[in-house]
Each structure stands twice: as structure tokens, then as C-alpha cells.
């Protein structure tokens, strides 16, 4: 299946582990989508707020397929720049928690509900939004496809055939491309064993690609928390075990370069010139189309930041109320980590 709508979703038992969520009261509708219709159980979360701030040094972990690439505010460009040794960075004093009351005031606002975790690659410092089940990860899934293939590849990197389907998969979110890779990296086994390697807790890799009333690619079940995307994002910025520089360096270049109507969410306040890695999802979650599951996260580095950010957002009345709701929330996150 190439890029294309998400459509009805399974009956799935789906991982009731605590993260993060921001649930916010029912408000107006946003925009309006072009994906075609999907049935089944939306859900409702009723989650109070809470953010955690943790110490530097400690490490949060957290991530949905996508289609064709639906409308959304151009993102920050995609400069080629690559993270500078943290010895070369001048860390300043730590930061205040960017989940401030501006952002209370802002989720408030919108209608759905909202996890999220930043953390400050300079100071260490993390912090986290909210509490609540894991979400449907949609396209943002392909980040961890693509790092359990390199991982396997015992550093010799991807065949041509593979890199081909990699950029397909990353830069265009092709729906086809990631079901081949899927399969190469070993399926629903695969992404267990490397998300256990890497440290994830709070992830469940989708048990079916074909799945029964689900007329999409399974893999986009796959649910998961924003701390366990930020663990996957680390892999991306910092020097490890899983993932060799090589192969570090060209995930980011992928993640820089995804097709241009596609470079919404945490790209949103950031300006041109800023180095930005990112990979966004979005899936209708009923019939009806009115509870939508949108998620975006990745890299942000310059202009005296850098950090990893992981915003997952369920029961958004349209697809594009969704982006909006993460466009306003990152943008506030680049103002308070400057």
C-alpha cells in the first residue's frame, strides 16, 4: 500500500500503561481532512494534569503510520547540520520546566488530549506532560523500524534495495516501503527485542500487519508513550552501542529531509536555519472521522537549543485540529528552552 488514509481499527487489547497524557475539555472543531473514512472505538481519557521534571541525566523514553501528507505549516528547512559533541555545547544554567502555565493555559484551549516529554540534550534535564494510556503510534512507528534495521545490520548499513525503501519510508512516509522493512527488521519479534535492548518500557509493537477489520498497514497499532520515543530519539543524537555514527548520521538525514508538507508539529515556532529531524503520523480513529490520533517528534538543534521532543495527541475533532494543537504546543516548548 503506498501512502494513503488510515482507516478502521481492530479490537486490540491496548497497553494500559501510565504516561504522560494532558487531558483538556471538549472545545471547538479545526480543519478539515482529506482521508478516507474509518470506523471503529474512539477513545475518551479523563486524565488530570501532571508534569514531571527529572534529573539530569536520567532518561526519558516514548511514538503512528502515515499517508499522503496532509496539509500543514512548512517546517523549519533541513540544514545539514549534525549534533555537536556536548563538550563543544556551553551548558548554562538549567532551564525552567517548558511545560509552563502558558502551556496549561494553551491546552485548555483545545479539545483531545495530549502527552508529551521534552528533554534538554545540553543540561540533561527531561520533563513530561501529563498521565494516561499509550497512544497509536500511526507513522511515527518508522522511526523504530529504521532503527532496528541498522542495529541489525552489525554496522555494514543498509543494502541499496533497503536505503531506497528507508527514504521512501522516512521521507515520504510510504505505507509500502514500511511493510518491507517491517518484515526485514523481523517483525512485531524484531522491534520487541530491539526496543528491550534500547530500553524501552512502555511500547507494544503491533501483533498483525494484516489485521482483522483494518483495512491499513497493522504496524501503525503499535502503541507506545512519548518517554519511549525520546529513548528512540537518543539513539539518534548520542554515541551508543545500538547505533554507529555512520548509521546515527544517516537516520538524521533522512528525518532532516521528510517531504515538505509533512514538516508540521514540533516544527512549529522554529526558525528557519534550525537544524530539524522529525517524523509526524496521523490516523482517524472512527467512522465519523472526528477523534483523530496525531503525533509528531524528533530533533531540534540551533539557534542556542537542542533537544528531543515527543508529542502524541488522541480525540482531535479533525486531522488538522491536531496539527494546530502541536504546532502551538512546540512552539511554545522553543520559546521556553531559549
Known amino acids: 500500500m503506498a501512502?494513503?488514509?488510515?482507516?478502521?481499527?481492530?479490537?486490540?487489547?491496548?497497553?494500559?500503561?501510565?504516561?504522560?497524557?494532558?487531558?483538556?475539555?471538549?472545545?471547538?472543531?479545526?480543519?478539515?481532512?482529506?482521508?478516507?473514512?474509518?470506523?471503529?472505538?474512539?477513545?475518551?481519557?479523563?486524565?488530570?494534569?501532571?508534569?514531571t521534571t527529572s534529573a539530569p541525566g536520567s532518561s526519558p523514553s516514548a511514538g503512528s503510520p502515515a499517508g499522503s501528507s496532509p496539509a500543514g505549516?512548512?517546517?523549519?528547512?533541513?540544514?545539514?547540520?549534525?549534533?555537536?559533541?556536548?563538550?563543544?555545547?556551553?551548558?548554562?544554567?538549567?532551564?525552567?520546566?517548558p511545560f509552563s502555565p502558558a502551556v496549561d493555559r494553551y491546552l485548555a484551549g483545545r479539545s483531545g488530549s495530549v502527552l508529551a516529554a521534552v528533554y534538554d540534550a545540553r543540561t540533561g534535564q527531561s520533563w513530561r506532560l501529563g498521565d494516561g494510556p499509550a497512544q497509536d503510534e500511526a507513522s511515527v512507528v518508522k522511526v523504530d523500524i529504521l532503527e532496528?534495521?541498522?542495529?541489525?545490520?552489525?554496522?555494514?548499513?543498509?543494502?541499496?534495495?533497503?536505503?531506497?525503501?528507508?527514504?521512501?519510508?522516512?521521507?515520504?512516509?510510504?505505507?509500502?516501503?514500511?511493510?518491507?522493512?517491517?518484515y526485514a527488521a523481523g517483525g512485531t519479534a524484531g522491534l520487541a527485542a530491539y526496543n528491550d535492548r534500547a530500553g524501552l518500557t512502555g511500547t507494544t509493537p503491533s501483533d498483525c500487519v494484516v489485521c482483522d477489520d483494518f483495512p491499513w498497514p497493522g504496524w501503525g497499532l503499535t502503541t507506545t508513550v512519548p518517554d519511549d520515543q525520546i529513548?528512540?530519539?537518543?539513539?539518534?543524537?548520542?554515541?551508543?552501542?545500538?547505533?554507529?555514527?555512520?548509521?546515527?548520521?544517516?537516520?538524521?538525514?533522512?528525518?532532516?529531509?521528510?517531504?515538505?508538507?509533512?514538516?508540521?508539529?514540533?516544527?512549529?515556532?522554529?526558525?528557519?536555519?534550525?537544524?530539524?529531524?522529525?517524523?509526524?503520523?496521523?490516523?482517524?480513529?472512527?467512522?465519523?472521522?472526528?477523534?483523530?490520533?496525531?503525533?509528531?517528534?524528533?530533533w531540534v538543534s540551533g539557534d542556542g537549543r537542542?533537544?528531543?521532543?515527543?508529542?502524541?495527541?488522541?480525540?482531535?475533532?479533525?486531522?488538522?485540529?491536531g496539527i494546530d494543537t502541536i504546532d502551538g504546543l512546540s512552539s511554545l516548548i522553543w520559546a521556553a528552552l531559549g
Request: overall charge negative; aromatic content about 4%.
Open 148 to 182: 532496528t534495521l541498522l542495529s541489525a545490520s552489525d554496522g555494514t548499513g543498509l543494502s541499496s534495495d533497503d536505503q531506497g525503501l528507508a527514504e521512501q519510508m522516512i521521507e515520504d512516509s510510504d505505507n509500502d516501503a514500511a511493510t518491507s522493512l517491517w
Open 3 to 51: 501512502a494513503g488514509a488510515w482507516g478502521r481499527r481492530p479490537t486490540l487489547a491496548v497497553s494500559a500503561v501510565a504516561v504522560l497524557a494532558f487531558s483538556v475539555a471538549a472545545c471547538g472543531s479545526g480543519g478539515v481532512s482529506g482521508l478516507a473514512s474509518a470506523a471503529g472505538a474512539g477513545r475518551s481519557e479523563a486524565s488530570p494534569t501532571g508534569v
Open 231 to 298: 529513548t528512540l530519539l537518543k539513539q539518534l543524537i548520542t554515541p551508543g552501542p545500538l547505533l554507529t555514527a555512520t548509521e546515527r548520521q544517516y537516520a538524521l538525514s533522512l528525518l532532516e529531509n521528510v517531504a515538505p508538507g509533512q514538516a508540521w508539529g514540533v516544527s512549529g515556532g522554529v526558525p528557519a536555519g534550525v537544524t530539524v529531524a522529525l517524523k509526524n503520523g496521523w490516523l482517524p480513529l472512527n467512522d465519523d472521522t472526528t477523534d483523530w490520533q496525531i503525533n509528531s517528534e524528533g
Open 73 to 97: 505549516p512548512a517546517g523549519a528547512g533541513t540544514p545539514t547540520a549534525r549534533p555537536s559533541s556536548r563538550a563543544e555545547q556551553a551548558v548554562d544554567a538549567e532551564h525552567a520546566d
Open 306 to 321: 537542542d533537544y528531543l521532543i515527543s508529542v502524541l495527541t488522541t480525540g482531535n475533532p479533525t486531522e488538522q485540529y
